[in-house]
């Protein structure tokens, strides 16, 4: 995976709570067996109301998602965030995400960033009031910066640091292979097998 | 999760305990899988990338897959041809990777929740993931078990572990007897509605208490499987009597002296007396009353007895705005009683509710009746031998004389994934699990219930329950 390091760009503002993943990449679309071009089918449904902050062209270009609380919830498809990423977001900055869909976020660099309601509110306010408005979300020092708004963010410790380096999670717990493997020798005979 | 095993523990903290591979401060732990479920829909991309990297799959004897999100219920070929690829591109992989596989046409296959289960696959104790958010259905057993996306089911498939930060504990105690009229399904709508989408957030349910001491497997499943849609990481049951007896010669679950071994073993696993959870939510049984959910997230849901709420009586203003937007989409009016609408469709199925104690209860209510006039009704067993099971009993029949679809196994209209699905404004009575904005067909309207509801509803043509239906009769 690439590192991610900073962000810099402007934002949609998406003014909506429980935004579930079957509105970010509806079903009928994941019979694809591949890993890109997910993008199109992005907000797929409301992207057909001519008036959705996706359609405006004012919001063209941006890498930076606002929404409302619990972003993500529900089926725990990865298309949810491959559609984000292909369409060219690089950071979704919410009250609170769903925990699959934040796990699936940080699988791919897609970076999930938690602030406090007030402080999305305010920027999902100056993102509407002026859809110029540029943001800086930096994972190094774990802060959102926009004219009107300074905050920083909490991140887990161990997710920034495989973020910032760009690791590969099967490299990194293989480290432990040999712990892996004493465990497999320990483990009881009756535990069931396919 | 991280105490000393000398400490009291809950049942979550016990099982995740034992799986820990690898622990050090400042990283998540490292627990290892003993059961890997795979489907169709979200592994090709996983395989793809093993392959790419050379890498093989390190227990295939841990891995079990099937096909169920895309599989036609109707007799006939897949006609759909991207859903052929992706089934096409399962088998490939199995035999690729060496995989045991149930698909489509074998007399084993079913959905994924379903078939581990009645396999006896899913036992106590044990770490169960699949690239599926209603995994949380297998911590019934008391299992911790939960969904996990395609990178991840890649990395399981690839070292049989996967990293998990820390849990939050969650003790939701149910205590009383049901009213009569209600099961596991009213139980949990009841649960998510008073803590949210979003209230188990970060946490291991536990559902604890009489009201689910006294629940089937069967309906334990069906109040678990739904703990996702709380926002939570898992949900899990202590096993007990009820779930040795189900587990006693299933075809995977230990025999002979193994059998001995493994009930000592579980007989350990349920919370200790003194042990402490992060959050506790209590929920008197008695008082609860068949749900229906009105909006598009499992929380918008009231009782049969209730009408549409009014947006403006929610406290913050994201529900009133969730909700004004929920009512325009349901096409629903506040103050409507919910006994007054009419749904287009009913649908009996899904992980939720597919299995065969949910189609006796629903074959009870349809008996002797008929599907209303202009009403669709189909009955999706969730798995290939519950559908064999239901026909031995003669469920089969009374679905048909009364009018119903009889299908196969599988997914079916709970995601719309294959042919099943409402049309644009189509408005269903759906004993699945999410009533999501176009979940079951794009413009299709959803509305969550039980399978007593869901079967009572398609003989009236409009939301009722079974003891309604009996007055009527009367």
């Given at each position: 995976?690439?590192?991610?390091?900073?962000?810099?760009?402007?934002?949609?503002?998406l003014?909506?709570?429980?935004?579930?993943?079957?509105?970010?990449?509806?079903?009928?679309?994941l019979?694809?067996?591949?890993?890109?071009?997910?993008?199109?089918?992005?907000?797929?449904?409301?992207?057909?109301?001519?008036?959705?902050?996706?359609n405006?062209?004012?919001y063209?270009?941006?890498?930076?998602?606002?929404?409302?609380?619990?972003?993500?919830?529900?089926?725990?498809?990865?298309?949810?965030?491959?559609?984000?990423?292909?369409?060219?977001?690089?950071?979704?900055?919410?009250?609170s995400?769903?925990?699959?869909?934040?796990?699936?976020?940080?699988?791919?660099?897609?970076?999930?960033?938690?602030?406090?309601?007030?402080?999305?509110?305010?920027?999902?306010?100056?993102?509407?009031?002026?859809?110029?408005?540029?943001?800086?979300?930096?994972?190094?020092?774990?802060?959102?910066?926009?004219?009107?708004v300074?905050?920083?963010?909490?991140f887990?410790?161990?997710?920034?640091?495989?973020?910032?380096?760009?690791f590969?999670?099967?490299?990194?717990?293989?480290?432990?292979?040999?712990?892996?493997?004493?465990?497999?020798?320990?483990?009881?005979?009756?535990?069931?097998?396919? | 999760?991280?105490?000393?095993?000398?400490?009291?523990?809950?049942?979550?903290?016990?099982?995740?305990?034992?799986?820990v591979?690898?622990?050090?401060?400042?990283e998540?732990?490292?627990?290892?899988?003993?059961?890997?479920?795979?489907?169709?829909?979200?592994?090709?991309?996983?395989?793809?990338?093993?392959?790419l990297?050379?890498?093989?799959?390190r227990?295939?004897?841990?891995?079990?897959?099937?096909?169920?999100?895309?599989?036609?219920?109707?007799?006939?070929?897949?006609?759909?041809?991207?859903?052929?690829?992706?089934?096409?591109a399962?088998?490939?992989?199995?035999?690729?990777?060496?995989?045991?596989l149930?698909?489509?046409?074998?007399?084993?296959q079913?959905?994924?929740?379903?078939?581990?289960?009645?396999?006896?696959?899913?036992?106590?104790?044990?770490?169960?993931?699949?690239?599926?958010?209603?995994?949380?259905?297998?911590?019934?057993?008391?299992?911790?078990?939960?969904?996990?996306?395609?990178?991840?089911?890649?990395?399981?498939?690839?070292?049989?572990?996967?990293?998990?930060?820390?849990?939050?504990?969650?003790?939701?105690?149910?205590?009383?007897?049901?009213?009569?009229?209600?099961?596991?399904?009213?139980?949990?709508?009841?649960?998510?509605?008073?803590?949210?989408?979003?209230?188990?957030?970060?946490?291991?349910?536990?559902?604890?208490?009489?009201?689910?001491?006294?629940?089937?497997?069967?309906?334990?499943?069906?109040?678990?499987?739904m703990?996702?849609e709380?926002?939570?990481?898992?949900?899990?049951?202590?096993p007990?009597?009820?779930?040795?007896?189900?587990?006693?010669?299933?075809?995977?679950?230990?025999?002979?002296?193994?059998?001995?071994?493994?009930?000592?073993?579980?007989?350990?696993?349920?919370?200790d007396?003194?042990?402490?959870?992060?959050?506790?939510?209590?929920?008197?049984?008695?008082?609860?009353?068949?749900?229906?959910?009105?909006?598009?997230?499992?929380?918008?849901?009231?009782?049969?007895?209730?009408?549409?709420?009014?947006?403006?009586?929610?406290?913050?203003?994201?529900?009133?705005?969730?909700a004004?937007?929920?009512?325009?989409?349901?096409?629903?009016?506040?103050g409507?009683r919910?006994?007054?609408?009419r749904?287009?469709?009913?649908?009996?199925?899904?992980?939720?509710?597919?299995?065969?104690?949910?189609?006796?209860?629903?074959?009870?209510?349809?008996?002797?009746?008929s599907?209303?006039?202009?009403?669709?009704?189909?009955?999706?067993?969730?798995s290939v031998?519950?559908k064999?099971?239901?026909?031995?009993?003669?469920?089969?029949?009374?679905?048909?004389?009364?009018?119903?679809?009889?299908?196969?196994?599988?997914?079916?209209?709970?995601?719309?994934?294959?042919?099943?699905?409402?049309?644009?404004?189509?408005?269903?009575?759906?004993?699945?699990?999410?009533?999501?904005?176009?979940?079951?067909?794009?413009?299709?309207?959803?509305?969550l219930?039980?399978?007593?509801?869901?079967?009572?509803?398609?003989?009236?043509?409009?939301?009722?329950?079974?003891?309604?239906?009996?007055?009527?009769?009367?």
């Amino acid at each position: 995976m690439e590192p991610v390091t900073r962000i810099e760009g402007t934002a949609v503002p998406l003014d909506r709570s429980d935004v579930d993943t079957d509105q970010i990449v509806p079903a009928q679309f994941l019979k694809r067996i591949e890993r890109t071009g997910f993008g199109p089918f992005l907000f797929h449904e409301w992207r057909k109301d001519p008036s959705f902050v996706l359609n405006d062209e004012r919001y063209a270009g941006a890498s930076i998602l606002i929404a409302g609380a619990n972003f993500g919830g529900g089926s725990s498809r990865e298309h949810a965030p491959w559609a984000l990423e292909d369409f060219g977001f690089r950071a979704v900055i919410a009250p609170s995400f769903a925990d699959i869909f934040r796990n699936n976020c940080c699988k791919i660099g897609l970076l999930p960033v938690e602030l406090p309601q007030e402080s999305v509110r305010a920027l999902m306010d100056a993102v509407l009031d002026e859809p110029a408005t540029r943001i800086v979300v930096d994972l190094e020092t774990l802060s959102v910066a926009a004219p009107s708004v300074e905050e920083s963010f909490a991140f887990d410790d161990f997710r920034r640091w495989c973020l910032l380096e760009g690791f590969d999670d099967i490299d990194l717990t293989m480290r432990h292979a040999d712990e892996i493997a004493a465990f497999e020798a320990a483990r009881p005979s009756w535990l069931p097998t396919a | 999760m991280a105490q000393t095993l000398a400490e009291p523990r809950t049942l979550a903290e016990k099982v995740w305990d034992r799986h820990v591979v690898h622990r050090a401060a400042g990283e998540p732990d490292l627990l290892y899988v003993d059961l890997h479920l795979v489907h169709e829909v979200t592994s090709p991309q996983a395989f793809e990338a093993l392959r790419l990297a050379g890498r093989p799959v390190r227990r295939p004897d841990l891995t079990v897959a099937t096909m169920d999100h895309n599989v036609p219920t109707t007799v006939g070929p897949v006609t759909d041809r991207t859903s052929a690829r992706q089934m096409e591109a399962l088998t490939t992989n199995a035999k690729e990777f060496d995989i045991t596989l149930y698909p489509w046409g074998s007399a084993l296959q079913g959905i994924v929740h379903v078939i581990g289960p009645e396999m006896g696959y899913t036992q106590p104790g044990l770490t169960i993931v699949c690239g599926d958010s209603h995994t949380s259905t297998h911590g019934a057993f008391g299992a911790l078990a939960f969904g996990i996306g395609t990178s991840e089911v890649e990395h399981v498939l690839a070292t049989q572990t996967i990293p998990q930060a820390p849990a939050r504990t969650m003790a939701i105690t149910v205590e009383g007897d049901l009213p009569a009229g209600c099961g596991a399904k009213d139980v949990i709508l009841g649960i998510i509605n008073r803590i949210g989408t979003g209230g188990g957030v970060g946490h291991v349910i536990e559902y604890r208490g009489s009201a689910i001491r006294a629940l089937s497997m069967e309906g334990r499943m069906t109040i678990c499987n739904m703990s996702i849609e709380a926002g939570a990481r898992a949900g899990m049951v202590a096993p007990d009597d009820t779930t040795f007896a189900y587990l006693e010669g299933k075809p995977h679950a230990p025999s002979g002296a193994d059998w001995e071994r493994a009930l000592d073993d579980w007989r350990s696993l349920p919370t200790d007396a003194d042990a402490t959870f992060d959050a506790e939510v209590t929920i008197d049984a008695t008082a609860l009353r068949p749900h229906v959910s009105w909006g598009t997230n499992p929380a918008q849901s009231v009782t049969i007895d209730d009408t549409i709420p009014e947006p403006d009586s929610f406290e913050d203003e994201a529900k009133r705005d969730a909700a004004r937007r929920a009512l325009a989409y349901m096409a629903l009016e506040p103050g409507t009683r919910i006994r007054d609408i009419r749904p287009d469709t009913v649908f009996i199925g899904s992980c939720t509710n597919s299995r065969i104690e949910d189609l006796r209860l629903a074959a009870g209510v349809v008996e002797g009746h008929s599907v209303a006039k202009g009403l669709r009704a189909l009955v999706v067993p969730g798995s290939v031998a519950v559908k064999l099971q239901a026909e031995r009993e003669g469920l089969d029949r009374i679905f048909v004389d009364a009018g119903f679809d009889w299908r196969g196994a599988g997914c079916s209209m709970c995601l719309g994934m294959n042919p099943d699905i409402l049309q644009p404004g189509e408005r269903s009575a759906s004993t699945s699990n999410r009533n999501f904005e176009g979940r079951q067909g794009k413009g299709g309207r959803t509305h969550l219930v039980s399978p007593a509801v869901a079967a009572a509803t398609a003989i009236a043509g409009h939301f009722t329950t079974p003891e309604d239906l009996r007055e009527v009769d009367v």
